[in-house]
DNA sequence: TATGAATGAGGTTTCATTCAT
DNA sequence: CATGAATGAAACCTCATTCAT
């Protein structure tokens, strides 16, 4: 029918405007982000976007729902998985690692803003950052049994892992000559008993 | 002497917008700092900053002269200090995981910031963030020769251990339950070789 | 007594400010004027003029006011003084062309000025700028009459002649090396008829 | 053409809010400029010069750059037109008593603030006003040698005849009834000799 | 639907006025 | 009385959003 082409065209743009507010964003932060930039990285003029989105307010918005999602995939992931604690957490690194995973990033300018949108408030409810500690927590509470992951209290060990794993994503936009992310064996050397020989 | 007296509550109360500053600044941002919240984080008016500092602007730029010293010192430290690698790294860790520490976060936000005052942008060129990752690169390589660190391209090591505690200083200001930054140890496990037993 | 003394320091201190304004007014405009200027100039601080004055609007009405009763003493002086049309005339130009001669400006700015405090609207409709010129128009027709002026519109001359005179008065302002105002003579050519040789 | 219509369209608004400048700078002067005054006369809202112009003060370099122009122009012209000392002076005298000769007050003004752009500056070092005097000055002398014009140094009768000129298209603001600015020979009485009969 | 010019609320800065010392 | 630091309303400027084409 017309109006199912119609519909496809229009998520087309929808996501295009979103996968190019979504890098700026993640560059520029949520406050330093201007529509115009939007609409310059998504090749549209700077009235087109308010055709499919009411708001700024409202691309963010679908934004960190996605994220959100995202997020939660990902703990769920490693979740049910198969595999020994450290697989797991190999798993999950280089999920968060991936050269164009902006998500992380943008979720955490969220969490750093202060003046958010109503909506996004709710939504940033129902994803406890607390659920993906606990759920790490509980991998490497497993994998200290086991003996694969190092000693200490298993809930600082995973706050102070994502974070490190997350603050070094939100660097990666630094501009320095030849970086390139490590691979998710270097970070978890972090929490990784080392191999006895 | 008045002149002295005054000039001294002159001084102070530079000191006390600047730390209002600084202190905002690492938390919302280079553009998403607002005047009115320097003035209330200093407890002053909206106006009275102007008496302080020509403009915004200005604030930053002495924010940031300061964080190039800063970090031009520490640096320095640990280049003359005495001591094997290994205590060299531990002594620039903890210079930079201090709980005050806002200064490296404003580093990383203006080195993000893609329009900056040109005052800003000459001090960086005295800054060279390549020297801090040389002056690492070394210490790596030299602890590398003597067995106390992991192999592996010592630049890389450097880039990505650096990079790795300036991100989880930006990441902690994410109010998590409970958190507190890790120790110098914790992170240099990154690029420390086991103790074989 | 103790009392006149006191009003008569008060006065002078009234007079002091006044001077310095209207230096001040005249060389940078009614809004160029800022209150430390006016206090610079004065050499006294910043919040004193507010014990002498209510307001910048008070000291300039005060200012008004007395080019409005100079300007009508020197028009009384030349309606009433003996001599020639060109005798008075001349008297009335020195009167105007003096170095230090800043109420004509003042009054010049005033009547450009479209944001006046109420109470100098209503002093201008005492000063009634048409006077003047109809006691210079009427000096002319009087000259015309006696062969001494040029023929024309006598009134037309009038206005003629008094704006290119505070109109020169207003532009001595302008630094240009070795600038002197001319004398009564030059500007008199304007409406004097020449000596037939 | 799109483009040249688009074009075009731009100049006109840039023509639209210069204009409107020209004759809000000219009559309240520089700093007594609002940037809503300017909107209110160019009928706009009051962001929307700042799509065609920087700044306030990107307006005002504009207009003095031709305003310069302009008066170099008309200096030029009688400079090189044939005819006597007599006949160019008028050509220039009759310049600038245009009616909507704005530029010539600007100038003036210009010269009389204290606080400029830089550009600004930049700008009037290629104008020299006493290049205008100057070139007033010779042909005046020459003027003086062929008996056109009256005795005296002859710098400063151009001096005198310049500002009394500039000054009178000044004063012309003032809203006086039934005013009208005079004619080139009413001004040149200043400095030409009677005509003997 | 698509464009980009136009609007106006909000952030930055200035300055008349007040107030603690 | 005198000072100059402090205040806040108003001016300059930016940018999210609307609207004419």
């Given at each position: 029918m017309m109006t199912d082409s119609k519909d496809h065209?229009?998520?087309e743009r929808?996501?295009?405007?979103?996968?190019a507010a979504l890098k700026v964003f993640a560059q520029r932060g949520?406050?330093?982000?201007?529509?115009n930039m939007i609409a310059r990285e998504a090749q549209i003029?700077?009235?087109?976007?308010?055709?499919?989105?009411?708001s700024k307010e409202e691309i963010l918005t679908e934004l960190i729902k996605e994220a959100i999602e995202g997020s939660n995939e990902a703990f769920a992931l490693i979740t049910n998985m198969p595999g020994s604690p450290i697989e797991k957490v190999r798993t999950l690194?280089?999920?968060?690692l991936q050269e164009d995973n902006h998500h992380f990033i943008l979720m955490q300018q969220v969490m750093l803003a202060d003046e958010l949108p109503n909506e996004v408030v709710e939504l940033l409810k129902t994803h406890d950052s607390a659920a993906m500690i606990n759920t790490l927590t509980a991998i490497i509470a497993k994998g200290q049994h086991s003996g694969e992951f190092v000693e200490g209290n298993p809930k600082e060990l995973a706050m102070w892992y994502l974070t490190s794993l997350v603050g070094l994503m939100n660097i990666q936009k630094i501009d320095i000559e030849g970086y390139?992310?490590?691979d998710a064996?270097?970070?978890m050397r972090l929490i990784v008993k080392p191999n006895p020989i």
């Open positions: 065209l229009r998520d929808r996501e295009q405007i979103k996968r949520l406050i330093g982000t201007k529509m003029s700077d009235g087109l976007s308010y055709r499919y989105f009411k690194t280089n999920e968060i390139q992310l490590p064996d270097f970070m």
